[in-house]
């Protein structure tokens, strides 16, 4: 993770702690704490060693209802790299779920067993349901199509790491932003940044959620623009956040179909945008990036993967309250520099 420092003048200005705080959506966080977040993430990527014993005897349980490559691999390694261990279940096939256990019942008993649980579930709310039945913190790693908050540290940290901060930009969103749940939260925690201009590209069968909409109107700093052309816009763009079509939230597959494809990004349709533009993409992708993007040095998707697991790092051990060593020194210098 790459550009410029944040200040850390602003990032201990609350004085307020997360540790023990369930992250549900990133409202559950301030902003100031969001920068903490990404000033401890620069600092772990740099600090690889010294942060190796930070949350020794320290157990995460990942309980995944959903599949997932890089959130569940990430938040594990995440745990690993800081010293702890992870018990839990990829699928419920094999957990107790499928015996019709709640998912509060499941918590009241893995909450006894764990210091920190990361959950993904398919229905919308299970994340909150969970943070209410546990009595440690839980982090919500996806429920449906509502918020997915630590691919929005990871998309920050991005932002971040290009451009040396996460607003003053002009972000264009593409593909399935009805379900897409990158993209809400996103949207959502961008708009208490402030000073965001969002161009939302999708077909109007798959546009913006009226809640979502509603944020950026609520914040004076921001507008956007919807439209269903990507190439008319992507000269404009500084950011250009790609999307895959979200085939298990469809319910007529002959509606997935016909709209799985609209968006295909490639070098021909690049060509018309700003050579500093950034290309990201939360991943799993299908046909929505042409492999030959791969190498543009545009294409920051795979930078995003790296930097969910630095965010996941920082966000574990802030909320186990394990603090990383050196890093209020690093911290001090920078306020005194
Ligand atoms: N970005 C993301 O959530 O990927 P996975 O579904 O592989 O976890």
């Given at each position: 993770m790459k550009g410029e420092p944040l200040s850390s003048v602003q990032q201990h200005a609350d004085g307020q702690s997360i540790v023990g705080t369930s992250v549900i959506t990133l409202d559950d966080l301030t902003v100031t704490q969001i920068e903490e977040l990404l000033h401890k993430a620069q600092y772990i990527d740099s600090h690889r060693k010294e942060v190796?014993?930070?949350?020794?005897?320290r157990v995460l349980a990942t309980l995944f209802y959903e599949p997932s490559t890089r959130t569940r691999l990430s938040f594990e390694t995440a745990m690993l790299r800081l010293g702890g261990k992870v018990i839990g279940f990829?699928?419920?096939?094999?957990?107790?779920a499928t015996k019709g256990e709640s998912i509060s019942d499941t918590l009241k008993t893995v909450s006894n067993y764990v210091d920190v649980v990361a959950i993904r579930h398919p229905k919308e709310g299970a994340a909150l349901v969970a943070a209410d039945a546990s009595s440690v913190p839980v982090i919500n790693a996806g429920d449906g199509g509502h918020m997915h908050p630590t691919q929005t540290l990871a998309d920050l940290a991005t932002l971040q790491s290009r451009f040396g901060r996460v607003n003053g930009l002009t972000i264009g969103l593409c593909g399935d932003l009805t379900f897409g749940r990158t993209v809400h939260s996103l949207i959502e925690t961008l708009c208490r940044f402030g000073n965001v201009r969002f161009v939302l590209i999708s077909p109007k069968e798959l546009r913006t959620p009226q809640y979502v909409l509603n944020r950026i109107n609520a914040t004076p700093t921001c507008s956007y623009e919807e439209v269903t052309d990507l190439s008319t816009v992507?000269?404009?763009?500084?950011a250009l956040y790609m999307t895959r079509v979200q085939k298990e939230r469809f319910f007529n597959e002959d509606d997935y179909l016909r709209l799985r494809d609209t968006y295909i990004l490639d070098e021909g349709k690049l060509?018309?945008?700003?050579?500093?533009m950034a290309v990201l993409h939360p991943?799993?992708?299908?046909?929505?990036?042409?492999?030959?993007?791969?190498?543009?040095?545009?294409?920051a998707y795979f930078e995003q993967v790296k930097n969910g697991m630095l965010m996941r790092m920082a966000l574990e051990s802030s909320v186990l309250g394990d603090e990383l060593p050196g890093y209020e020194q690093y911290a001090n210098q920078e306020v005194e520099a």
């Amino acid at each position: 993770m790459k550009g410029e420092p944040l200040s850390s003048v602003q990032q201990h200005a609350d004085g307020q702690s997360i540790v023990g705080t369930s992250v549900i959506t990133l409202d559950d966080l301030t902003v100031t704490q969001i920068e903490e977040l990404l000033h401890k993430a620069q600092y772990i990527d740099s600090h690889r060693k010294e942060v190796a014993h930070t949350c020794d005897g320290r157990v995460l349980a990942t309980l995944f209802y959903e599949p997932s490559t890089r959130t569940r691999l990430s938040f594990e390694t995440a745990m690993l790299r800081l010293g702890g261990k992870v018990i839990g279940f990829a699928g419920s096939q094999l957990s107790s779920a499928t015996k019709g256990e709640s998912i509060s019942d499941t918590l009241k008993t893995v909450s006894n067993y764990v210091d920190v649980v990361a959950i993904r579930h398919p229905k919308e709310g299970a994340a909150l349901v969970a943070a209410d039945a546990s009595s440690v913190p839980v982090i919500n790693a996806g429920d449906g199509g509502h918020m997915h908050p630590t691919q929005t540290l990871a998309d920050l940290a991005t932002l971040q790491s290009r451009f040396g901060r996460v607003n003053g930009l002009t972000i264009g969103l593409c593909g399935d932003l009805t379900f897409g749940r990158t993209v809400h939260s996103l949207i959502e925690t961008l708009c208490r940044f402030g000073n965001v201009r969002f161009v939302l590209i999708s077909p109007k069968e798959l546009r913006t959620p009226q809640y979502v909409l509603n944020r950026i109107n609520a914040t004076p700093t921001c507008s956007y623009e919807e439209v269903t052309d990507l190439s008319t816009v992507i000269g404009d763009l500084d950011a250009l956040y790609m999307t895959r079509v979200q085939k298990e939230r469809f319910f007529n597959e002959d509606d997935y179909l016909r709209l799985r494809d609209t968006y295909i990004l490639d070098e021909g349709k690049l060509a018309k945008a700003k050579p500093t533009m950034a290309v990201l993409h939360p991943l799993p992708r299908v046909n929505e990036i042409a492999t030959e993007v791969d190498v543009d040095p545009r294409a920051a998707y795979f930078e995003q993967v790296k930097n969910g697991m630095l965010m996941r790092m920082a966000l574990e051990s802030s909320v186990l309250g394990d603090e990383l060593p050196g890093y209020e020194q690093y911290a001090n210098q920078e306020v005194e520099a």
